[in-house]
Every structure is written in structure tokens, then in C-alpha cells.
């Protein structure tokens, strides 16, 4: 059974810089697509970034586009979202989760999620 652990979260300036982490035990992430997906309060949960089995294809919601980067390290079994130029407007609470994608070169935020983290959160305050 694939488990998932946020962290990394915390409290940044507008314009300032975090780094997620979704850490995967339990399996491979080899097998897996990852999203990251983030849900502010008393919002819809919304797509943020995925990237596929092999990372060679990665996908990005418009609002973070150009500010924020998906990477994973499947040695580590690790994926990372790199956020920078944050904006009071990204604070949520930010979830990773994966899914059984068939194909290695592609992903979708919109498609079922099968497993997913507890969640981390992220505060853009000044």
C-alpha cells in the first residue's frame, strides 16, 4: 500500500520561496504519476502540477505557471514542488497524490487519484 508524506510547508513573504516534498513508502513511485494538489479555505481542492512515471512530462496548472516546478527523484522516491514568487493567493493546504498512470510519459491532473498525503500547509503572508 502506497503511503505519501507531505512536508516542507510553513509561513513565507509574498515573493518569497518553498520547497515541497511528497516522500513515498510502502511502494515505488516508479509506478506511479504524481499530482499536487492544494485547497484553500472554504475553496474547491484545485490541480496544481504533475509529472509523469518517467518526468519527462509535466503539467501545470495556469496560475503557477512559471513560478512553480515539479521534479521527482525515484531513488529517493521523492517528488518535489519547487515554489517560488509565491503570492498570498497560493496559501492552502497543499496534498501530493499519486496514481497507477499506464503510460510513463504523461500525466493528468484530472483523472482519480488513488492515494494520497495528509497535506501540508503553506501560509503567504507579509
Known amino acids: 500500500q502506497l503511503q505519501l508524506v507531505e512536508s516542507g510547508g510553513g509561513l513565507v513573504q509574498p515573493g518569497g520561496s518553498l520547497r515541497l516534498s511528497c516522500a513515498a513508502s510502502g511502494s515505488t513511485l516508479v509506478y506511479y504519476a504524481i499530482g499536487w494538489f492544494r485547497q484553500a479555505p472554504g475553496k474547491e481542492r484545485e490541480g496544481v502540477s504533475c509529472?509523469?512515471?518517467?518526468?519527462?512530462?509535466?503539467n501545470y496548472a495556469d496560475s503557477v505557471k512559471g513560478r512553480f516546478t515539479i521534479s521527482r527523484d525515484n531513488v529517493k522516491n521523492t517528488v518535489y514542488l519547487q515554489m517560488n514568487s509565491l503570492k498570498l493567493e497560493d496559501t492552502a493546504v497543499y496534498y501530493c497524490?499519486?496514481?497507477?498512470?499506464?503510460?510513463?510519459?504523461?500525466?493528468?491532473?484530472?483523472?482519480?487519484?488513488?492515494?494520497w498525503g495528509q497535506g501540508t500547509q503553506v501560509t503567504v503572508s507579509s
Open positions: 497524490a499519486a496514481y497507477p498512470s499506464i503510460s510513463r510519459t504523461m500525466c493528468v491532473m484530472n483523472t482519480e487519484y488513488n492515494y
Open positions: 509529472i509523469s512515471k518517467s518526468g519527462s512530462n509535466t
